[in-house]
């Protein structure tokens, strides 16, 4: 089994290509057969160095790894081009020499398609003054003579496909210039690269009759088809740049892991079966098979991959969470680098935290209060629970700290000790919480209350007690 992915350098790797390169990968992987990257560089205007760099890296950045290439077509323009002439030398393509708005014009006008015109005119023109008029340096394009009757082949998912040959246009296969067209090149390419299977996106579907002609008027063997529906925006239509992110590397760059997104696009158009969701690439490629593609279209939806971005996130091993945070946080003058070199702490910090984090940057940003000294207080959190009432705030953390100084410092305990002291003072337990959240931690919320004083320490707790009780009294 030989497949391949085949983008254009026109753009960077986007969601719908990327989905359609990790079903090539994933089936490949699992029947032991050749991935193939091939680059589709034949639009030279559009095409760039660029775009075929993000493209790779992209790939790469999924772990997705191919077994040949890159190949890029423009290096077939001559074999591409020998189809061609082929095709004409045989009699299933002919010269059109006709000026295409004259076409264009005639065919609305008798409400035809243009190549069935263009067919008209190279037809009353024969052969032998289109040769003499070739010869004498004037430029045609060749176009393919669809023959009469339909085309029929077997989609692994929509299974069997049948095209009227009439409503199939005579299409280009070079144009004036000398220059080949998609759809021949792209039969071209996947015949010399001997692709056995061509799994693409639905956009595709009205390619593949006129690519199954050509195969066959070349005497090509063909490779077995398999179009997966589009994916969709929230609002049911096409995904598209105005539905927000769409290139893969952007969301790298936003905190989503490629092992998520992996997991994520595979089931973009395809079911592992019963209700398994969060996948490795290993659990993906034992189970994907074709045979649960879906025909119907999929919703790209953004809290799925978040929430699939969070599981994955907590696999992860804890001492590369603690490299990213570190990394994340290098500019805070007051990391606390040693408590991330702490196996133990570290390991709690991270069962805490790790639950409410969706990317990367937001386990930092939960981590930030506990590895560094320096508190940002969020304005609201303040205002509310400090400022609203400085009298009573000063007083239940005065209370608190009280409590707390010899208090036995576990999560059961400290809980225990607030409580009892929240009935004497006869207010609710959210009373003495609150404040001492924005003392600890600066935010409006955290984690458990209990389990950030563990993990502060009482020592820090005190040290952020006091500097909260300083801030209140200087307004």
């Excluded at 045979?291 to 119907?296: F, H, N």
């Excluded at 070199?341 to 939960?366: C, F, G, H, N, Y």
């Excluded at 006869?426 to 609150?434: D, N």
Aim: charged share 30%; net charge negative.
């Amino acid at each position: 089994m030989r497949l391949r992915f085949a983008p254009s350098p026109t753009g960077y790797l986007h969601v719908g290509g990327a989905r359609t390169a990790v079903f090539n990968w994933l089936l490949a992987r699992r029947e032991g057969g050749v991935f193939v990257l091939r680059i589709e560089d034949t639009d030279r205007q559009r095409s760039s160095d660029e775009h075929t760099r993000a493209i790779l890296d992209g790939l790469s950045w999924l772990g997705l790894d191919w077994d040949e290439g890159p190949f890029f077509q423009s290096e077939g323009v001559e074999r591409h081009r020998q189809a061609a002439i082929r095709l004409l030398e045989e009699g299933k393509a002919y010269r059109d020499f006709s000026d295409p708005e004259r076409v264009r014009a005639e065919a609305a006008e008798r409400q035809m398609h243009p190549s069935r015109v263009a067919r008209e005119y190279a037809d009353a023109l024969g052969e032998d003054e289109a040769l003499r008029k070739a010869e004498a340096g004037e430029p045609f394009a060749i176009r393919f003579r669809v023959p009469d009757g339909e085309t029929v082949f077997r989609d692994l998912v929509h299974g069997e496909m049948r095209f009227g040959n009439e409503d199939i246009d005579d299409l280009v296969v070079l144009r004036g210039d000398g220059t080949p067209v998609y759809n021949l090149a792209v039969v071209s390419d996947d015949a010399e690269m001997g692709i056995t299977h061509v799994l693409r996106g639905d956009d595709h579907l009205s390619n593949t009759p006129k690519q199954v002609l050509l195969y066959r008027a070349l005497g090509l063997p063909e490779p077995v088809f398999a179009h997966v529906p589009m994916i969709l925006g929230q609002d049911g239509k096409k995904l598209s740049k105005r539905h927000g992110v769409t290139a893969v590397g952007d969301y790298a760059k936003e905190g989503i892991l490629p092992e998520a997104m992996l997991n994520f696009l595979a089931l973009l158009g395809w079911s592992p079966g019963g209700d398994r969701e969060f996948m490795t690439a290993e659990e993906l490629i034992e189970a994907f098979t074709t045979e649960r593609l879906l025909k119907s279209s999929s919703v790209f939806d953004v809290e799925k991959l978040q929430w699939l971005n969070g599981r994955h996130l907590a696999a992860r091993p804890d001492q590369e969470l603690a490299a990213h945070i570190r990394s994340f946080l290098s500019d805070e003058p007051s990391l606390r680098s040693d408590l991330l070199d702490d196996p133990s702490w570290l390991a709690t910090l991270l069962e805490v935290i790790k639950v409410r984090a969706r990317t990367l940057d937001e386990l930092a940003d939960q981590a930030r209060p506990f590895v560094c000294d320096e508190l940002h207080y969020e304005p609201n959190a303040v205002e509310k629970h400090w400022l609203k009432d400085p009298e009573a705030a000063i007083e239940r953390l005065e209370r608190v700290w009280e409590v707390y100084r010899e208090a036995p410092w576990t999560a059961t305990a400290l809980e225990a000790t607030l409580r009892e002291l929240a009935a004497t003072m006869e207010v609710g337990a959210g009373k003495l919480i609150h404040p001492l959240r924005v003392a600890l931690t600066g935010n409006m919320a955290s984690p458990g209350i209990f389990d950030v004083l563990v993990l502060l320490g009482r020592a820090r707790v005190e040290e952020r007690v006091s500097r909260a009780l300083e801030r209140i009294r200087g307004g």
